[in-house]
């Protein structure tokens, strides 16, 4: 046997143990037999370069990319519209037999006359990155990120990492299939235990560990991490006659891909009761689900519903409800804030919640504690708000409950801790001093929404203090190559990566920079206005607080925390050392002829079809709009999109004016509603 037919039957040996092992869960070979093969491949290629192909299991980890390129889908990638309850999916199934279903009986449903001809295809909906997958008469070719689902990354090398994609399929077909890249809950589990054990920040979910592992720039990095994939939909040659989505699955199947398991059910009816049981089932799986996908079976009944612009008809998300759980409450820690603020976290017995381990949970205040009436040894039970944070919903005693003593210094410093009349936080008084609040102050003012320095994490920041290298914000444009290389997590590239980055970073936008300064009380929101309101930063340092207290969005606390700030020597040390470091900056606002919205609050509810929320937001700021995430008295309008949350019913309670989008598309350009 020459080479060339060696190297042939390795590889395919080692594909159909790959596909075997990633995707069947059936190996047909022990690890150390596939192991002793891929050694071999390996010579084989190294000693023979000219054989080397693109699609040979060898070449599953590239080398680094300096960053993802942009590329456009050739077949959009739509989002999911929701179901919260099985009344909203059963309303969803009978909205859909209004288009093209026929009455079959009488026969009552859940909210109606019951159609059977419109079957539906139930799969879990995987909590992961969607991805889309070409392949060119079999053989990988490129994947890309979802995007904004007509715009996506490029991380084909890093997908070529992932042993469940196969690099070469069984037919030699092209053929795009969309898929959802996640991490099993065990391999998560130990990721974060080796992220602790080398003092790195953990991830909070699978989800976001995946996604922060596939989007590394360097693939190896990729290669480190216990990636997989299910296929979910294909856009399949129409000569293969595929008529239903369960047989283009089944086709993915066949060709090699790890496929997302469906059940069909005839009708909304039997989707419910397929939701209703998965709700347990879920728990017992490796990968996290938030809910499950259901889809018109029919390909042809698909095209006949068609999409809106942001999603298909055909399918919609039914969302479980948040899991909560039982835990007991071991201790309670205190963590320092950027601003001295002390925040109790509730220190839990490891549980299972919504697909992640939980181990903490935010306690808000002191005030949290006494209202809960929480004490150590406590039984607490846990959920996650927004399917994120986990939080402390209530607790019970029990016979170990001891009662808990609320500190009296500062857990960073030994400050002794004061409480500020009319607020509910309690503070460390020492914000010079104090550690704690030295390295908060600082990330955030590296954080995209301030300075946006890029590589500047906080296991950097932590080594950059305890060196006494940096005490403020400042100090930071002062750093050296040598200084940087001093520290364990840096190499040469690194330390370059890190200085060209604080160097891009001293052209900033006004509002970004006011951010950065992590004035009390001030955010993203509030630095626009600020910016809107005082078009240089002499403007701002010098303003009077009865002017401040005079903004609409400011207000008499803000004010007097602004008004503070630029009266302390310190501060305007800083500003000063940050100007003569080449801090420049630019105010968006220069023109405030242009800000004809200024002082009016917007909140946006819904999805909008022409733009995103964030567009919208944006386009709304730059006219000098505020853009609040809630609806309060203090709303002036609300724009509702399609399938608007509880905001738009609190507008109509309220009596607050709601526009659509046209209105708001009119009112952007600066025409006028009927």
Known sequence: MDVQERITKLRKLIELNSYKYYVEDNPILEDWEY?????????????NPSLITPDSPTQRVGGISEKFAQIPHKNRLYSLDNCNNYQELALWYNKLLKEV?????QQLSLLGPMYEDLELACELKIDGLAVSLTYEKGKFTQGLTRGDGIIGEDITNNLKTIKAIPLKLFEEVDIEVRGEIYMPISSFNKLNENQIKNN???????RNAAAGSIRQLDPKISASRDLSIFIYSAIIDKSKNIKTHTEAMDYCKKLGFKVNKYTLCKNSDKAIEFCQNMEEYRKTLDWATDGVVVKVNSIAKQNELGFTSRAPKWSVAFKFPPEEVWSKLIDIEYSVGRTGVITPVAVLEPVSLSGSIVQRASMYNF??????????????L??????????????????NSKPIELPQFCPSCGTKLIEVEGEVATYCPNKDNCPAQIKGRIEYFVSKGAMDIDGFGINIIEKLIEKNYIRRSSDIYKLTKEQLLTLDLVKEKSASNILEAIENSKNVIFSKFINALGIRFVGKESSDILAQYYMTLDELINAKYDDLASITGVGVKMAQSIFEYFKDKENLDMIDELLKCGI????KYTNAQNLRLKGLSFVITGTLDTMSREEAQTKLKELGAKTPSAVSKNTNFVIVGANPGSKAQKAQDLGIKILNEKELINLLKGEENE
Not at 35 to 47: H, S, V
């Open 101 to 105: 279903g026929d009455l079959k009986t």
């Open 382 to 399: 846990i959920k996650k708000a927004a399917e994120i944070i986990p939080k402390v919903v209530r607790t019970r005693k029990t016979s």
């Open 200 to 206: 790195q920040k953990t991830f909070a979910n699978p």
């Open 35 to 47: 192991d002793k093969l891929f050694r071999e491949l390996k010579e084989l290629e190294e000693q």
């Open 584 to 587: 420049k900056i630019t105010n």
């Open 367 to 380: 005030d949290e504690i006494k209202r809960l009436d929480i004490s150590i040894g406590d039984e607490a």
